[in-house]
C-alpha cells in the first residue's frame, strides 16, 4: 500500500512539473509571436507537444501559426485535433467553425456551431449564424425553432419575424406566415409601421383586398402616415390606378415632412421611366426645380439632380449650374469640385479654375491635385510666381502617404515653370526630386532631355532620359522628336533622321504637309535641321517653309533666314 502510495506521489509531482513547463513555453511562444519571430515561436509550440503530444491549447496554437502561414490544410489538422480533445472550449470550436464557414465546408460547421450555441446559449449571433445554416440546407422547422430561442431572449423583433415570415412562406404555409406578422402586430399595437408591413405583404402576393383593408385600418387612425403614403401609391401603381398614382406620389413628393430618402427614392423611380429626350428632360427638371422649392439646402437632392443631367446627357451649362448650387450649400463637397474643375478646363475659363481649386485647397488641403491644378490656372493665366507657390505649399502640406507618382509630377511642373522663367540650375533641381519619387516619369523624362539638349549639356545623360521616354511611350511624337533632336546635337544624324520619320514620313512629305494639322512647327523646323544634315536640302528647305506656317512658327530665331538664305545655320 505504501508502495502505491509513493507511487501515485512521483506520478503526481511528475505531472504537476510537466505541466507547469507547458505553461513556462506556452508563455515563451507567445512572446515570441508578439515580437513577429514566428520561427522561434514555432519551436515553442513544438517544444510544448513535445511535453504533451496532447495539450490541446499547444495544438490549437500550432494549428493558427500553420493557418497564418497558409499552411491550411496542416493548420485544420491541428485545430480539428485540439476541438477533439477539448470539445468544450467555445472558442476552440468557434475559431474553427468560422474556418469550415469560411471555406464553404458547412456540414462540418453544423454540429460545432449547434454545440457552440449549446456551451453558450445566451449568444444571439451564434443563434442567429445556426438559424442561417438551417435556411440555407432549407432545414426550416429547425431555423424557426432557433428564432423562435432568440425571441426568448430578445423579445419580439421585427427582423425575426420577417425571417421567419419568409421561411414559412418558402414552406408553403402561407397561414403560419401571416400568423407570425399579426403576433407583431399585436406585440406593437402603436406602431402602424408593422401593420402596413403585412398589408404590403398581402399586396406583393396579389391579395389586394386584404391588403386596402389593412390599409384603411391605419389610415382611419394616422392619415398622414409617410410610410401608408409610399404603399398605397406602390398599391395604385400595381393596380394601374395611374391617376390616384400620380396624386399620391406628388403629395408625398411635395411634402415637406417626407424624408430624402423616400423623397430620392420617388426621383429616381421618375428619371428611369421618363423619356431621354428634350421634352423628358424638361419634364423632370421641372419636378427637381419644385422638389427643391420645398428643400432648397438638400445636397442629397441636388447631387441626384445632377446625376440625372448627366446620365441624361443634358447640356454642361445645365449640369454646372446645379453643381453651383451645391457647392453654394456645401463648399466642401468633392464630388461638385472636381466636376466643375474639369467643367472649367474644358471652357477655358482659367479664373474660375482657380477659385474652385481655391476652395478645393481650403478645404481638402492634404489633397495633392487641387494644388497642382490651382498651380496649372494660375499658370495659364500667366502668373508664373503663384504658379510656383501654389505647387510648392501643396508639397508642404503633403501626408506621408501622398501618391508618390502626383508628387513627380508637381515637381516635374514646377521644373516646367522654372525653365520658362529662364530659371534652368532651379528647374533642373525640380526635375531630379520628381525622378526620386518616380524614376519612370515618362514627361518629366523627356523635358529635363530636351531642356539639356538646347543647353547642349549632359548629352549622354539627356540620351539615356530620353530613351527611356521613349520606351514607356513609342508613338508620342513629341518624345520621339526630343530623341531625335538629341542625336542630331551630337551628331548621329542618320539615327535622328530614322526616328523623325516616325513624326515626319520620309515618303509622300508633301501630301503628309498638306492634310497635317497637328504637328509643330518646332518639330517641323528640328525635321528639316535633320533632313539637312542628312544631305537632302529641298526637303530642308520644305519642312522650314512649313515650320513658319504653324502657330508656333517654330522654336529657333534662325528659322526665317534659314528658308530665305535656303540654307541651315546653328542656332546661336
Same mark, same amino acid.
Given at each position: 500500500?505504501?508502495?502505491?502510495?509513493?507511487?501515485?506521489?512521483?506520478?503526481?509531482?511528475h505531472?504537476?512539473?510537466?505541466?507547469?513547463?507547458?505553461?513556462?513555453?506556452?508563455?515563451?511562444?507567445?512572446?515570441?509571436r508578439?515580437?513577429?519571430?514566428?520561427s522561434?515561436?514555432?519551436?515553442?509550440?513544438?517544444?510544448?507537444? #513535445?511535453?504533451?503530444?496532447? +495539450?490541446?491549447?499547444?495544438?490549437? *496554437? =500550432?494549428? %493558427?501559426?500553420?493557418?497564418? &502561414?497558409?499552411?491550411? @490544410?496542416?493548420?485544420?489538422?491541428?485545430?480539428e485535433?485540439?476541438?477533439s480533445?477539448?470539445?468544450d472550449?467555445?472558442?476552440?470550436?468557434?475559431?474553427?467553425?468560422s474556418?469550415?464557414?469560411?471555406?464553404?465546408n458547412?456540414?462540418?460547421?453544423?454540429?460545432?456551431?449547434?454545440?457552440?450555441?449549446?456551451?453558450?446559449p445566451?449568444?444571439s449571433d451564434v443563434?442567429?449564424?445556426?438559424?442561417?445554416?438551417?435556411?440555407?440546407? #432549407?432545414?426550416?422547422?429547425? +431555423?424557426?425553432?432557433?428564432?423562435? *430561442? =432568440?425571441? %426568448?431572449?430578445e423579445?419580439? &423583433?421585427?427582423?425575426? @419575424?420577417?425571417?421567419?415570415?419568409?421561411?414559412?412562406?418558402q414552406m408553403?404555409?402561407?397561414?403560419?406566415?401571416?400568423?407570425?406578422?399579426?403576433s407583431?402586430c399585436?406585440?406593437?399595437p402603436?406602431?402602424?409601421?408593422?401593420?402596413?408591413g403585412?398589408?404590403?405583404s398581402?399586396?406583393?402576393?396579389?391579395?389586394?383586398?386584404?391588403?386596402?383593408?389593412?390599409?384603411?385600418?391605419?389610415?382611419?387612425?394616422?392619415?398622414?402616415?409617410?410610410?401608408?403614403?409610399?404603399a398605397l401609391?406602390?398599391?395604385?401603381? =400595381?393596380?394601374?390606378?395611374?391617376?390616384?398614382?400620380?396624386?399620391?406620389?406628388?403629395s408625398?413628393?411635395?411634402?415637406?415632412r417626407?424624408?430624402?430618402?423616400?423623397?430620392?427614392?420617388?426621383?429616381?423611380?421618375?428619371?428611369?421611366?421618363?423619356?431621354?429626350?428634350s421634352?423628358?428632360r424638361?419634364?423632370?427638371?421641372?419636378?427637381?426645380?419644385h422638389?427643391?422649392?420645398v428643400?432648397?439646402?438638400?445636397?442629397?437632392?441636388?447631387?441626384l439632380y445632377?446625376l440625372?443631367?448627366?446620365?441624361?446627357?443634358?447640356?454642361?451649362?445645365?449640369?454646372h449650374?446645379v453643381?453651383?448650387?451645391?457647392?453654394?450649400?456645401?463648399p466642401?463637397?468633392?464630388?461638385?469640385?472636381r466636376?466643375?474643375l474639369?467643367y472649367?478646363?474644358?471652357?477655358?475659363?482659367?479664373?474660375?479654375?482657380?477659385?474652385v481649386?481655391?476652395?478645393?485647397?481650403n478645404?481638402?488641403?492634404?489633397?495633392?491635385s487641387?494644388?497642382?491644378?490651382?498651380?496649372v490656372?494660375?499658370?495659364?493665366?500667366?502668373?508664373?510666381?503663384?504658379?510656383?507657390?501654389?505647387?510648392?505649399?501643396?508639397?508642404?502640406?503633403?501626408?506621408?502617404?501622398?501618391?508618390?507618382?502626383?508628387?513627380?509630377?508637381?515637381f516635374?511642373?514646377?521644373?516646367?515653370?522654372?525653365?520658362q522663367?529662364?530659371?534652368?540650375?532651379?528647374?533642373?533641381?525640380?526635375?531630379?526630386?520628381a525622378?526620386?519619387?518616380?524614376p519612370d516619369?515618362?514627361m518629366?523624362l523627356?523635358?529635363?532631355?530636351?531642356?539639356?539638349?538646347?543647353?547642349?549639356e549632359?548629352l549622354?545623360?539627356?540620351e539615356?532620359?530620353?530613351y527611356?521616354?521613349?520606351r514607356?511611350?513609342?508613338?508620342?511624337?513629341t518624345?520621339?522628336?526630343?530623341y531625335?533632336?538629341?542625336?542630331?546635337?551630337?551628331?548621329k544624324?542618320?539615327?535622328?533622321?530614322?526616328?523623325?520619320?516616325?513624326?515626319v514620313?520620309?515618303?509622300?512629305?508633301?501630301?503628309?504637309?498638306a492634310?497635317?494639322?497637328?504637328?509643330?512647327?518646332?518639330?517641323?523646323?528640328?525635321a528639316?535641321?535633320?533632313?539637312?544634315?542628312?544631305?537632302?536640302?529641298?526637303r530642308?528647305?520644305?519642312?522650314?517653309?512649313?515650320?513658319?506656317?504653324?502657330?508656333?512658327?517654330?522654336?529657333?530665331?534662325?528659322?526665317?533666314?534659314?528658308?530665305r538664305?535656303?540654307?541651315?545655320?546653328?542656332?546661336k
Amino acid at each position: 500500500m505504501r508502495r502505491y502510495v509513493i507511487a501515485l506521489l512521483l506520478m503526481l509531482c511528475h505531472m504537476a512539473g510537466a505541466q507547469t513547463r507547458l505553461d513556462y513555453f506556452m508563455m515563451e511562444a507567445a512572446k515570441c509571436r508578439m515580437q513577429d519571430n514566428i520561427s522561434a515561436s514555432m519551436d515553442m509550440y513544438r517544444h510544448c507537444l #513535445e511535453i504533451n503530444p496532447d +495539450a490541446p491549447e499547444a495544438l490549437f *496554437q =500550432m494549428g %493558427l501559426m500553420h493557418m497564418f &502561414l497558409k499552411e491550411d @490544410s496542416l493548420g485544420m489538422d491541428y485545430l480539428e485535433r485540439a476541438v477533439s480533445l477539448d470539445p468544450d472550449n467555445a472558442y476552440y470550436t468557434e475559431v474553427l467553425a468560422s474556418l469550415y464557414i469560411r471555406r464553404a465546408n458547412v456540414d462540418e460547421a453544423v454540429p460545432l456551431v449547434e454545440r457552440l450555441s449549446r456551451l453558450q446559449p445566451k449568444r444571439s449571433d451564434v443563434l442567429y449564424q445556426l438559424a442561417n445554416i438551417y435556411a440555407r440546407n #432549407e432545414e426550416y422547422d429547425r +431555423a424557426i425553432g432557433v428564432y423562435n *430561442q =432568440m425571441e %426568448l431572449l430578445e423579445g419580439k &423583433l421585427a427582423s425575426l @419575424s420577417r425571417d421567419k415570415f419568409s421561411l414559412y412562406m418558402q414552406m408553403g404555409d402561407s397561414v403560419s406566415a401571416f400568423k407570425e406578422l399579426q403576433s407583431l402586430c399585436d406585440e406593437y399595437p402603436a406602431d402602424m409601421s408593422y401593420r402596413i408591413g403585412m398589408g404590403y405583404s398581402y399586396q406583393q402576393l396579389g391579395n389586394f383586398d386584404e391588403a386596402m383593408k389593412i390599409y384603411d385600418e391605419v389610415r382611419r387612425v394616422d392619415p398622414d402616415n409617410i410610410t401608408l403614403q409610399m404603399a398605397l401609391m406602390d398599391y395604385y401603381k =400595381m393596380q394601374g390606378q395611374d391617376s390616384l398614382f400620380q396624386v399620391t406620389r406628388d403629395s408625398i413628393l411635395y411634402a415637406p415632412r417626407t424624408s430624402t430618402e423616400d423623397r430620392a427614392r420617388i426621383l429616381q423611380q421618375m428619371s428611369q421611366e421618363s423619356d431621354a429626350d428634350s421634352a423628358g428632360r424638361a419634364r423632370m427638371a421641372d419636378v427637381f426645380e419644385h422638389v427643391l422649392l420645398v428643400d432648397s439646402a438638400n445636397t442629397d437632392l441636388l447631387m441626384l439632380y445632377a446625376l440625372y443631367l448627366e446620365a441624361t446627357n443634358s447640356p454642361a451649362v445645365d449640369l454646372h449650374n446645379v453643381l453651383v448650387r451645391v457647392m453654394a450649400v456645401a463648399p466642401d463637397n468633392e464630388e461638385a469640385t472636381r466636376w466643375l474643375l474639369r467643367y472649367y478646363g474644358d471652357e477655358h475659363d482659367y479664373r474660375a479654375l482657380e477659385e474652385v481649386c481655391r476652395k478645393g485647397v481650403n478645404y481638402h488641403p492634404e489633397d495633392l491635385s487641387y494644388h497642382y491644378f490651382l498651380g496649372v490656372a494660375l499658370l495659364l493665366q500667366g502668373d508664373e510666381s503663384g504658379s510656383l507657390d501654389a505647387m510648392s505649399r501643396g508639397l508642404r502640406l503633403r501626408p506621408a502617404d501622398a501618391n508618390p507618382d502626383m508628387v513627380a509630377s508637381m515637381f516635374t511642373s514646377m521644373g516646367d515653370v522654372l525653365h520658362q522663367m529662364g530659371k534652368d540650375k532651379e528647374s533642373f533641381e525640380q526635375y531630379d526630386s520628381a525622378l526620386v519619387y518616380n524614376p519612370d516619369d515618362a514627361m518629366c523624362l523627356n523635358n529635363y532631355a530636351y531642356f539639356l539638349s538646347l543647353k547642349s549639356e549632359q548629352l549622354d545623360k539627356a540620351e539615356e532620359m530620353s530613351y527611356r521616354a521613349v520606351r514607356a511611350e513609342p508613338k508620342n511624337s513629341t518624345y520621339l522628336d526630343t530623341y531625335a533632336w538629341i542625336m542630331f546635337m551630337q551628331g548621329k544624324y542618320d539615327e535622328a533622321a530614322e526616328c523623325m520619320s516616325g513624326i515626319v514620313p520620309q515618303d509622300s512629305l508633301e501630301q503628309f504637309l498638306a492634310n497635317d494639322t497637328l504637328t509643330s512647327g518646332v518639330v517641323l523646323e528640328h525635321a528639316g535641321d535633320i533632313a539637312w544634315m542628312t544631305g537632302d536640302k529641298p526637303r530642308a528647305v520644305l519642312l522650314w517653309e512649313h515650320a513658319l506656317k504653324r502657330p508656333d512658327k517654330g522654336s529657333s530665331p534662325m528659322l526665317l533666314k534659314k528658308y530665305r538664305k535656303k540654307k541651315y545655320y546653328k542656332a546661336k
